[in-house]
């Protein structure tokens, strides 16, 4: 066992493609600095990549285009009122914003086989139209089948202050409250300094 935990393996990467989808391309703050979102060409590397990290069968991926770079813009913009949602324990509006997302998308299941694999499984995504709605629709059917389940409380936005990034924790224990290393440490040595002066 590795101690970390992972979601049904085809919605494992849909639900940190999202988080990534998020926290590159939603204005905000990040390790207590302002975030501004990339754009032209910056955007479509960053969204490109965050595909690609999706598996091995996107990892040649092409650029995404300009179109789609910034209908993913908006999807990503969607997607935060998801976490949002379920890091304040609200899930009716997550659930809402799920099924407003697969709607737009126009999800829909197929069956599929992989590589080396008798067996079949179901995938979904988008069918709206271009790269933007397939995996609008990817991330919204995997935080779907996420928030159907009590792994639910695994989605979150950082703790920390000025800081409004998102995560999945995928920790053995579910402790997970920020979005970083970096943004815990900063909570830690805040923490420290503040019991120093007060002692």
Request: hydrophobic share 40%; glycine share 10%.
């Amino acid at each position: 066992m590795t101690g970390q935990l992972r979601f049904d393996s085809h919605y494992d990467a849909p639900v940190r493609v999202a988080a990534l989808l998020v926290n590159a391309l939603t204005p905000g703050h990040s390790r207590s600095r302002p975030h501004v979102p990339p754009e032209g060409a910056e955007r479509a590397e960053v969204i490109t990549a965050a595909l690609r990290s999706a598996g091995e069968c996107f990892e040649r991926l092409d650029v995404v285009g300009e179109q789609d770079a910034r209908d993913l813009q908006a999807s990503a913009q969607a997607l935060r009122l998801v976490f949002t949602a379920i890091s304040t324990g609200d899930v009716a509006t997550a659930a809402k914003h799920v099924n407003d997302l697969l709607t737009a998308a126009r999800v829909r299941p197929e069956l599929v086989l992989h590589d080396g694999d008798p067996a079949w499984h179901v995938h979904h995504r988008g069918t709206a139209g271009g790269v933007a709605a397939e995996w609008a629709g990817v991330c919204a059917a995997g935080l779907a089948v996420v928030l159907g389940t009590e792994a639910r409380g695994r989605l979150g936005v950082c703790t920390a202050p000025r800081c409004d990034r998102v995560y999945v924790d995928t920790s053995y224990n579910g402790t997970r409250r920020f979005c970083s290393t970096a943004c815990q440490n900063r909570v830690k040595a805040a923490a420290f300094r503040h019991r120093g002066r007060a002692g």
